[in-house]
Every structure is written in structure tokens, then in C-alpha cells.
């Protein structure tokens, strides 16, 4: 290591701390939480302001009931979203876990590993025990590619950083909504708590691997590397308009649907709203231009 010294060093600090934490907040999901036979269909299972019609004329067209149902496919949607991400990132870490790259970061990356993979069981579950499947992905996003390794990295901590960010934004919301299940209401609060970490280092990562691409292959290659990053910024918040769930809430022409709501203006302020705090930091990073992402 060389001009990057301070950086790798507060990295692998930060790491550090965040390990002693997570071991102490270890928790077993098989035992954490209680499974009902059924949810209640009378109630949201998504936060009605997260829905993919809200504040556009189809909101107003549907129904309670129809909003009622099509929040249960919403949540079935978000949680399988996140099983897909989850089940990538993992890939891209377990790939890099001992990478001479990254000193000082291989605890770390197991614990992260570890609680994506309770992460991920836990959301696979709720589908298939409420929704009796998890989607299948939708548009498989291309790989990462570039001839240096930073750039890569720059481009696979970018992506997992801002799936985390994006998904933590809903977490969050819907971690103490007393309108959702209980269940619902845990599944994203322990999400959250975890997700909390894995943002705070995901920050630092990119803080690092920015300042090393920099160096290496100048404003050219994080310019590179943020079109990238924007474009699956893009895809990530158009996932959420799966034609499949209109179909499943028995909502007519799914995809004429998506287009629609895709093209509302409220749509893209709210996407705006959305990836504001990531774009800001990508932004700073020299990654990004802040209306970049969120079309
Ligand atoms: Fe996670
Ligand atoms: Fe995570």
C-alpha cells in the first residue's frame, strides 16, 4: 500500500469495530422470529406512500380492497427483490473474502456474508410462506467489467452499496408502522439494524476504492464506473414495477401499467426522494451526477 495508507487504515478500523458489533448483536433467525399460518388480508403489508401507484390518477382509480391486495404482491415483491440482491452480493464478496486487495477485511466479510445469509432466508421464507414463491429476477443487469481491478471494485461496492441504501430507505420506514403485521414490521426492523452496518461500511469502502481509482486511472475511470453505477441505480427502482404483482392483485395489463407509472411525474419524484442521500454521496465521491440515477 502506498498513498492510500491512511484510507486502507481507517477502513480496516471501521471494519474492525463494526465485526465487535455485529458478534454481539449475533441472533439465530430460525428462533428470532414466529411464523402465522396467514397474514391478515385486511391489512397493508406495504406502506401505502411506498406503493408503485401512489400519488398518481391509478391510485385513485383503485379501490381499497385493490390497494389492500396489491400492497401483499408489493411486499412479496420487495422482500423477493431483496433475496436477488442479496444472493449477488454475496457472490461478489465470498469472490473477494481473501483478495490481497483488501487487508484486514476477511472478518468482516464473513459477518457480512453471515448475516446476508439470514437476511436472505428470512425474506425467501415470507415470500414462499405468504406469496408462495419468490419472483424470479427480472432484466439481468450486466456484470461489472472494466480492466482494472479498482474500477471493478469500484463498480460491485457501488452496486451493493446502493441496493443497501435503497432497500434500508423502505426498511426503515416500515420498521415501526403499526399499520403492517407485526411480522412485517419485525422482518424490516432487523433488516434495518443489520443494514446499518453494512452502510457504514459500504461508505467507507467507497470512500477508499474512490480515492484509489482516482489515483489509478483518473476522473475517466470513476466517470466510467458512475454511469455504470446510475444506470443500475435506474434498474434497481424500476424492479419494483413487476407486471407479474399487477397480474397477481388481479390488475389488469401489468405492463402497460409499468410503463405508465414509470413515465408519472410523481413516480420519478418520488425515485428522486428515493436514492437522494445515495446520489448525494456518489455525487461527492465524483461518481455521479445527482439527476443521474433516479429515472
Ligand atoms: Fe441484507
Ligand atoms: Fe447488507
Redesign the pocket.
Known sequence: MSADQPATQRLQEVAAKLSVISRMNSYDPYELFEWPDSLPTTDYWMAPELMTCYGTPIWDELTEEQRLTLSQWESVNFFSLNVHL?RE?IGEVADRIYETRFPGLSDFFHD?IS??NK?MWFFATFCLRYGGKVYPSGKMFAAASADENVLRDVMVFGR?LIA?ELSDAYNLRMSDDTRLPALVQQINLVHHR??SR??AFGRQMMRTLCERAAAATGEDGLRMAGDYLARYTSVCLQSFYNPTMYADAGIEGGRRLRVRLLEDPARMQAHRDLVSRTTAFLERLGLIQADAAAR
Open positions: 442479496i452480493l457480512f448475516e446476508e437476511h451493493i443497501e443489520d443494514e453494512h452502510i
